[in-house]
């Protein structure tokens, strides 16, 4: 069973701080996406990753693919307030159970002013 | 604007009611897709339909049917209640052919709390 394992689960900083999310997994992925959840919300998709080492950038956010395609990173600079939400990382695969797309649990970001 | 629809942002209901949870999007999209999102557990896939009239099981469809009677429209039925079926209930849909690297548009949520 292919999973993907987000660290950390919950991350509270101050606004103006950097912090990076982490995604890994022991299985290969044809593509990696990131969604943003906002309180009351649905995820909304942030990024497609699909080329080992693709480095995106969005804004302050920065996205990146590992070598391998078996992890992958958000990074964000000086964080607002705006960013607080559940980040939730998505990986591509062919088959099985899961409609092509198996989701992380999710690092749920809290940014204060 | 592109939109998924879920009809009831929250729901109590009781055990063993029969639970109808609509879902409707007007980007003419062949996949939609079904999952339970409850913390510590992350989005959890129920079911999902490629197509009209097709459905597939997800991780977790036990207690659960689905009905895609038409394109537009994906159903989610809880048979009969049970308070473990607490939970926050996510609705997406997605563009056929895009299968690693669609985009998954997802509705508001439904809340549905089974007491």
């Known amino acids: 069973t292919q999973l993907l394992e987000q660290s950390p689960q919950f991350l509270s900083i101050q606004e103006g701080e950097n912090l990076t999310v982490y995604c890994n997994s022991s299985?290969?992925?044809?593509?990696l996406q990131w969604y943003r959840q906002e309180p009351g919300e649905g995820p909304v998709l942030l990024v497609t990753?699909?080329?080992?080492?693709e480095v995106k950038k969005l804004k302050r956010l920065t996205f990146q693919f590992g070598d391998a395609r078996k992890d992958s990173s958000l990074h964000i600079t000086a964080a607002q307030p705006g960013d607080t939400g559940l980040y939730l990382c998505?990986?591509?695969?062919?088959?099985?159970?899961?409609?092509?797309?198996?989701f992380g649990k999710g690092t749920k970001l809290s940014v204060k002013p | 604007d592109v939109k998924v629809t879920q009809s009831s942002r929250y729901l109590v209901k009781r055990t063993g009611e029969k639970v109808f949870l609509e879902c409707v999007q007007d980007?003419?999209?062949?996949?939609m897709f079904w999952y339970r999102q409850d913390p510590g557990l992350g989005l959890r896939l129920i079911y999902f339909?490629?197509?009209?009239?097709?459905?597939e099981k997800g991780d977790i469809p036990e207690g659960y049917s689905v009905s895609r009677e038409k394109k537009e429209r994906f159903s989610l039925i809880l048979e009969s209640a049970s308070t473990n079926q607490t939970s926050m209930y996510l609705c997406?849909?997605?563009?056929?052919?895009?299968?690693?690297?669609?985009?998954?548009?997802f509705g508001e949520g439904s809340r549905l709390t089974v007491l």
């Open positions: 980007m003419d999209h062949e996949n």
């Open positions: 998505a990986g591509g695969t062919y088959g099985g159970s899961q409609g092509n797309l198996i």
């Open positions: 339909s490629y197509d009209v009239k097709m459905k």
């Open positions: 299985s290969v992925f044809s593509s």
């Open positions: 997406a849909s997605r563009q056929q052919g895009n299968l690693l690297t669609g985009e998954l548009f």
């Open positions: 990753v699909v080329t080992g080492g």
